[in-house]
């Protein structure tokens, strides 16, 4: 059986596309309906849709938010479909659009093979003199009336249906390859590209629907999916696209923001820089910036006088930013940045040491150098009576007693000591992070067990986005729940007591929950100590 096949969808911010409604009409040989398939699609919680999309037409927002999701909807049509179908669509881009969605979100290719109707159908329309390739146009070509509201996945089908009626299209001719047709766009268009939902004539400049009414005929024109290729400030969007084009160009500056480390941004053409919150950079074609003031008024650019930037704004320096190493074997070691990957490292060989080495046989010097080579958060060490520090592999070390350790080489340096220049330490050596050697790995461990000892020790909690937020009455704390090892974020209420939101990050990596609230106890305890010296010495 042929089933006539409808997707609509819009293209959010980045491209990504969100089908919203999906029909298929199977029929018999004289296309004839059979049986019929409709579904509405939520969508997705990531974005925030623009309810006067064409591709919501026939529904009310609340129709939408109440549909099925998109996996349970591809479900559904698997379901209904049958072995010997056929699916027809009538342009080419809706079955790639479909492909695309089938195949992730199913984990299987769709099971049935696909034909495009319009490269079958364009001889007899040419045949007849009608040049219009959309349905609906078609439909008013041969006068027949059609289901309204246009754009409903429902009525599309069933206007594709009249259409092949009113053809007498024989369904013998599916059975055949079709030849590409001809785009009515002129020969510079690829045939692909014309069924996309945006159009550029690159005559005018202009950006349109594909179903535009106000495409000149014999146009030139250039397709896209989305709009992101016309933000070049080359083209400009057709009266009906406006709203749409600059929702969709706002988004997308926001996105760029937000991901980078600016703190004052400006457009490359623009003689004037804003603060990253401004709105009117949100209008511009591109986006630049720099992380302080300065920078920004070397280039020449005055302040915005709206959001008045100024050289006394609290300057966020951004953090180092490590890129991901290979990932090896390991239960925890995929796609983690290079520190995290070293303290891993470094706790394996350390734990190996301790447990190759005769502790009874040794004394008591030699088993505090023991304690001190295999201290996981030590990158580098250095012997009394010496001047030069050296890296753990380094053969001078062998041999030395009363040893020192040091996590950074910055550490060495301030205390005295010179790089070896035979293992010749580095920076890059240096221990970020490191993992206690006590710490273990336990099963079975939820979220709950930080909930009970929270309430048990009488602290405040709260769970979102990953994250397990703890406040205790000297510090907040944030446990990274979907890190391995556990990462944990720190403010200092002592030191900064008017910084309610910005954390840093803890030198320390835990292989446990338990373990890592122990530290939070631990460091608390400390802090409390060292603040009620003062007093004590008063």
């Not at 479909?98 to 159908?121: E, G, N, S, Y």
């Not at 945006?198 to 349109?208: K, M, S, V």
């Not at 926001?254 to 991901?259: A, K, L, T």
């Not at 300057?315 to 991901?324: G, W």
């Amino acid at each position: 059986m042929y089933v006539l096949m409808d997707m609509e969808w819009y293209c959010g911010s980045g491209g990504r596309i969100f089908p919203t409604q999906l029909a298929a009409l199977r029929t018999d040989e004289s296309w004839n309906r059979r049986d019929c398939f409709f579904s509405r699609i939520r969508p997705d919680r990531t974005d925030t849709p623009d309810w006067t999309h064409i591709a919501f037409s026939g529904g009310k927002p609340e129709d939408f938010l109440c549909a099925p999701t998109l996996s349970a909807a591809l479900r559904n049509l698997r379901m209904w479909l049958q072995k010997d179908d056929v699916l027809c669509w009538w342009a080419e881009e809706a079955p790639k659009v479909f492909k695309r969605l089938h195949t992730p979100v199913l984990q299987v290719p769709p099971a049935v093979p696909h034909r495009v109707l319009l490269d079958h159908v364009s001889p007899i329309l040419i045949s007849k003199g009608i040049v219009q390739e959309n349905p609906y146009k078609i439909a008013t070509s041969l006068g027949l009336t059609v289901p309204t509201p246009a754009h409903c996945s429902e009525h599309d089908v069933l206007t594709i249906q009249a259409v092949l009626q009113a053809l007498d299209f024989p369904q013998e001719n599916l059975r055949n390859q079709a030849k590409r047709r001809t785009s009515r766009y002129g020969s510079r268009q690829d045939p692909v590209h014309a069924d996309m939902p945006y159009q550029l004539d690159t005559n005018t400049g202009l950006l349109h629907r594909k179903d535009c009414d106000d495409i000149p005929d014999g146009a030139v024109l250039s397709g896209f999916v989305s709009f992101k290729p016309c933000f070049n400030g080359k083209a400009r969007p057709c009266p009906c696209l406006a709203e749409e084009y600059r929702s969709a160009k706002r988004n997308r500056n926001q996105s760029i923001i937000d991901r980078s480390q600016y703190n004052f941004v400006y457009a490359k053409t623009s003689s004037v820089f804003h603060r990253r919150d401004c709105s009117r950079i949100l209008s511009a074609d591109s986006i630049m910036g720099s992380v302080f003031y300065d920078a920004c008024a070397k280039t020449g650019r005055r302040p915005c006088k709206l959001c008045k930037p100024s050289a006394l704004d609290l300057v966020k320096v951004p953090e180092k930013i490590y890129a991901p190493v290979k990932s090896a074997h390991g239960p925890f070691q995929k796609n983690l940045p290079n520190p995290e990957q070293r303290a891993i490292q470094r706790l394996k060989q350390s734990q190996e040491e301790r447990r190759n080495a005769p502790l009874d046989s040794m004394t008591g010097q030699e088993r505090a150098d023991l304690l001190t080579l295999t201290q996981p958060g030590y990158a580098f060490w250095a012997a009394a009576g010496y001047q030069t520090f050296h890296r753990r592999d380094c053969r001078k070390l062998k041999g030395l007693s009363n040893l020192k350790g040091f996590s950074r080489f910055q550490d060495a340096s301030r205390a005295g000591y010179t790089p070896c220049k035979l293992c010749k330490p580095t920076k890059k050596q240096d221990m970020i992070y490191s993992i206690p050697i006590t710490s273990q790995k336990r099963q079975d461990e939820s979220v709950q067990d930080l909930v009970a000892l929270c309430e048990e020790n009488q602290f405040t909690y709260s769970r979102e986005a990953g994250y397990f937020t703890i406040r205790t009455p000297l510090g907040r704390w944030r446990i990274h729940l979907k890190c391995n090892p556990i990462a944990v974020d720190h403010i200092n209420l002592t030191t900064t007591p008017d910084n309610p939101l910005l954390y840093h990050r803890q030198p320390r990596l835990f292989l446990s929950l338990a373990d890592t609230f122990a530290y939070i106890k631990r460091h608390d305890r400390k802090l409390l100590e060292a603040k009620r010296q003062p007093l004590e010495a008063t």
